[in-house]
Each structure stands twice: as structure tokens, then as C-alpha cells.
């Protein structure tokens, strides 16, 4: 036997820990082999081999060694050079894989955000069909302007509606939240977000009312002196009402993007010092919108397209990255991506790594 020549026991462990290296390979996308493995951790200790000694040391056949060391030349890993093979650094190759991998899933976020705005068009499609096919009653078309309004911001609604419940009562006497919750229930009260006033809160008959809303999924905080009744959609269109109570008088109907930026803008500082309906908001909810947030963040989405595909303000979008950042304990935004996918932020359940507690 000559010098070169591998012995049986000498073979076991090499291929042993083949086979462990070609796990890690496969993650990676790669399909190597245990053989294939072993041919290239042999070349990488024993550069200056030729392919007899390549297959003796392996224990696999000439023919078997070549169509190994031919898979390591396609995967950039060896290079084929004067009728031998030497090893490349796999560090090069290896980055060309996993940015290939990255991009892969920059491509499925998109399209998981794409499937998700199509599947709420096709819900909000759904309720306006219904609520235009369900009858009406003879008052309806006197309905006031701004629930009007909100009627049709609800069913225009892709993402979040902001909303400004009335204080007071109408001209008959009753609460004037009451038909605007109404309007509210009739369509998909968990797609609005509402500022309700303390006033509306203290007085038993409408507390009631948004307490039954409220389980029906309408988000709902308390504010002491919360702006007029309004509507706000996303950054496109938004509806004034000009009378305290939302049910007399005219609304302002506003599709100047400034200006709709501005209404929501407000909203959301009334809604920094607002207090939670009846105690903090639900977990789910908040981990949800922070997930959803931190995703398209980790794909590399700037803060006004985050905001778009979630359906929330700059502002508010900018306020779960900043909050997300100081739990994560990140001084940069790339910083805050690498540690929220340790943590598991992103993963759609939710799981934990690294003790990390969920977003």
C-alpha cells in the first residue's frame, strides 16, 4: 500500500463528517452530497492530490471522484485548472448564495403585502356589496353629510380608518355616537382605529353603545378633549364634520394630500395621550401591526412605503420602529432588522429565540 493510501478506518470519520458539512450545505440550498463533501474537505486538506489519491482517500471510484469534483466547479467551490483541481475559499461563494437567498425573501414579502392588499380589497369589496345590497330604510337618504361620509370612507377603507367619535346628542335627544357607531358596526369595525371623548365615556347610554362596539373589534381610546368629528383614510381622503355632534349640519369632505396628512398627524398625537378603552390595548393586536411593521423594514422598504402596505401614518409607523428599537435594545435600523430576526419578531408565529420577548 503506498503512503497516500487511506485505510478503511482512516475513511469512516472523514466520511462521518461529510455527511454532517452536507447538512449545513443543504440548508444553504445547496445539494451536496456526503461524497461530495468528502472530495471537497479532502481537497481542501490535501490541495496537491490528484484525483487517484482524491478517490483513495474517499474510498469511491475514479469515475465517482471526477463527477464529484465536477459538482464542486459548477457550485464555484473548486476550480479545474492544467488537468487538476484546486479549492476555492467557499467565503465568496457562500456570500453569492445567501444574497441570492435574501433577495428571495425581499421577493416573497412583497408578495405576501401584495396578497394582503388584494385580499382586503376583496373583503372591503364584500361589505360594500352587502351594505349596498341590504335594504335601507326611508331615513337613510336624509342621513347626515359626514355619516354619509364615513359610510363611504368605510367602504373605500384598504387599511387603517382614523376616527374622531362625537360628543353631545342630536337633535332628538339620543347620543350622537350612536349612529356613527351604527355606520361603524354595519361595515368592519376592526379596520377602524377610534378617539372617543371622555364625555362620551362617563355617560352610561353611550358607554354602553362603544362598549358593544368595542367587542365587536372597534379599536377604541379615551381622550379628555379629542378634535372635532372626522375621518381619516390613509393619506388620501378625509371627511370634517362641521357641527360638534357629527349628525347636523355640513361635513367637510378633504382629498388635499397636505392637509389629509396634517388631520392624521393630529389623530395620532391625541392619540399618544390617550388612554386605552377600559385598559391597555390587546397584545395580539399591538405584536401584530409591530410584526408586520419590522417585516417590511427587514425587506428594505423606506418608512413611507411601510406605511402605505400596513395602512398607518408615517407617524405612527415611525413611533412602533422607535419603540421596537429601544426593546430590542438597536442603535440603527439595520441593527434593529439582525435583532428582531433573532429574537423571532418576524417569524408569523411569533416564536422566541435567544430569550427574546415577542414584539
Same mark, same amino acid.
Given at each position: 500500500?503506498?503512503?497516500?493510501?487511506?485505510?478503511?478506518?482512516?475513511?469512516?470519520?472523514?466520511?462521518?463528517?461529510?455527511?454532517?458539512?452536507?447538512?449545513?450545505?443543504?440548508?444553504?440550498?445547496?445539494?451536496?452530497?456526503?461524497?461530495?463533501?468528502?472530495?471537497?474537505?479532502?481537497?481542501?486538506?490535501?490541495?496537491?492530490?490528484?484525483?487517484?489519491?482524491?478517490?483513495?482517500?474517499?474510498?469511491?471510484?475514479?469515475?465517482?471522484?471526477?463527477?464529484?469534483?465536477?459538482?464542486?466547479?459548477?457550485?464555484?467551490?473548486?476550480?479545474?485548472?492544467?488537468?487538476?483541481?484546486?479549492?476555492?475559499?467557499?467565503?465568496?461563494?457562500?456570500?453569492? /448564495? !445567501? =444574497? &441570492?437567498?435574501?433577495?428571495?425573501? *425581499?421577493?416573497?414579502?412583497?408578495?405576501?403585502?401584495?396578497? #394582503?392588499? +388584494? $385580499?382586503?380589497?376583496?373583503?372591503?369589496?364584500?361589505?360594500?356589496?352587502?351594505?349596498?345590497?341590504?335594504?335601507?330604510?326611508?331615513?337613510?337618504?336624509?342621513?347626515?353629510?359626514?355619516?354619509?361620509?364615513?359610510?363611504?370612507?368605510?367602504?373605500?377603507?384598504?387599511?387603517?380608518?382614523?376616527?374622531?367619535?362625537?360628543?353631545?346628542?342630536?337633535?332628538?335627544?339620543?347620543?350622537?355616537?350612536?349612529?356613527?357607531?351604527?355606520? /361603524? !358596526? =354595519? &361595515?368592519?369595525?376592526?379596520?377602524? *382605529?377610534?378617539?372617543?371623548?371622555?364625555?362620551?365615556?362617563? #355617560?352610561? +347610554? $353611550?358607554?354602553?353603545?362603544?362598549?358593544?362596539?368595542?367587542?365587536?373589534?372597534?379599536?377604541?381610546?379615551?381622550?379628555?378633549?379629542?378634535?372635532?368629528?372626522?375621518?381619516?383614510?390613509?393619506?388620501?381622503?378625509?371627511?370634517?364634520?362641521?357641527?360638534?355632534?357629527?349628525?347636523?349640519?355640513?361635513?367637510?369632505?378633504?382629498?388635499?394630500?397636505?392637509?389629509?396628512?396634517?388631520?392624521?398627524?393630529?389623530?395620532?398625537?391625541?392619540?399618544?395621550?390617550?388612554?386605552?378603552?377600559?385598559?391597555?390595548?390587546?397584545?395580539?393586536?399591538?405584536?401584530?401591526?409591530?410584526?408586520?411593521?419590522?417585516?417590511?423594514?427587514?425587506?428594505?422598504?423606506?418608512?413611507?412605503?411601510?406605511?402605505?402596505?400596513?395602512?398607518?401614518?408615517?407617524?405612527?409607523?415611525?413611533?412602533?420602529?422607535?419603540?421596537?428599537?429601544?426593546?430590542?435594545?438597536?442603535?440603527?435600523?439595520?441593527?434593529?432588522?439582525?435583532?428582531?430576526?433573532?429574537?423571532?419578531?418576524?417569524?408569523?408565529?411569533?416564536?422566541?429565540?435567544?430569550?427574546?420577548?415577542?414584539?
Amino acid at each position: 500500500m503506498s503512503a497516500t493510501t487511506a485505510t478503511p478506518g482512516q475513511r469512516a470519520p472523514h466520511r462521518e463528517r461529510a455527511a454532517g458539512t452536507a447538512h449545513a450545505f443543504d440548508r444553504l440550498g445547496l445539494r451536496l452530497r456526503p461524497v461530495d463533501v468528502a472530495v471537497l474537505e479532502a481537497l481542501w486538506e490535501s490541495p496537491a492530490s490528484t484525483l487517484e489519491q482524491l478517490a483513495d482517500r474517499c474510498g469511491v471510484s475514479l469515475a465517482a471522484a471526477r463527477g464529484c469534483l465536477q459538482t464542486l466547479v459548477d457550485l464555484r467551490l473548486a476550480l479545474g485548472e492544467d488537468g487538476g483541481y484546486r479549492a476555492l475559499d467557499p467565503e465568496a461563494s457562500l456570500n453569492h /448564495v !445567501l =444574497a &441570492r437567498m435574501e433577495s428571495a425573501l *425581499r421577493d416573497r414579502h412583497d408578495t405576501v403585502a401584495t396578497a #394582503r392588499e +388584494d $385580499a382586503m380589497r376583496i373583503v372591503s369589496s364584500y361589505h360594500r356589496r352587502r351594505s349596498a345590497a341590504a335594504p335601507r330604510p326611508a331615513q337613510a337618504a336624509a342621513r347626515p353629510p359626514f355619516l354619509r361620509r364615513l359610510a363611504e370612507l368605510l367602504d373605500e377603507a384598504h387599511g387603517e380608518v382614523a376616527l374622531v367619535l362625537p360628543a353631545g346628542r342630536d337633535a332628538d335627544g339620543r347620543p350622537a355616537v350612536l349612529p356613527v357607531l351604527d355606520v /361603524v !358596526l =354595519a &361595515r368592519s369595525p376592526a379596520s377602524v *382605529r377610534a378617539l372617543c371623548p371622555e364625555a362620551v365615556a362617563e #355617560r352610561p +347610554d $353611550a358607554r354602553a353603545a362603544v362598549e358593544h362596539a368595542v367587542a365587536r373589534g372597534l379599536r377604541v381610546h379615551v381622550h379628555a378633549h379629542p378634535p372635532a368629528p372626522m375621518a381619516v383614510l390613509g393619506t388620501t381622503s378625509a371627511c370634517v364634520a362641521a357641527a360638534a355632534t357629527g349628525t347636523d349640519g355640513r361635513a367637510h369632505v378633504v382629498d388635499d394630500a397636505g392637509v389629509v396628512a396634517a388631520l392624521r398627524e393630529l389623530f395620532d398625537r391625541c392619540l399618544d395621550t390617550a388612554r386605552p378603552w377600559d385598559g391597555a390595548e390587546a397584545p395580539d393586536e399591538l405584536a401584530h401591526l409591530t410584526r408586520e411593521v419590522l417585516r417590511h423594514l427587514d425587506a428594505g422598504h423606506k418608512d413611507e412605503v411601510v406605511a402605505r402596505r400596513v395602512g398607518l401614518s408615517i407617524r405612527t409607523t415611525r413611533r412602533i420602529v422607535a419603540d421596537a428599537a429601544v426593546r430590542a435594545g438597536a442603535q440603527s435600523r439595520f441593527q434593529l432588522g439582525s435583532r428582531a430576526a433573532r429574537l423571532g419578531w418576524l417569524d408569523p408565529d411569533g416564536a422566541r429565540r435567544d430569550d427574546g420577548a415577542a414584539p
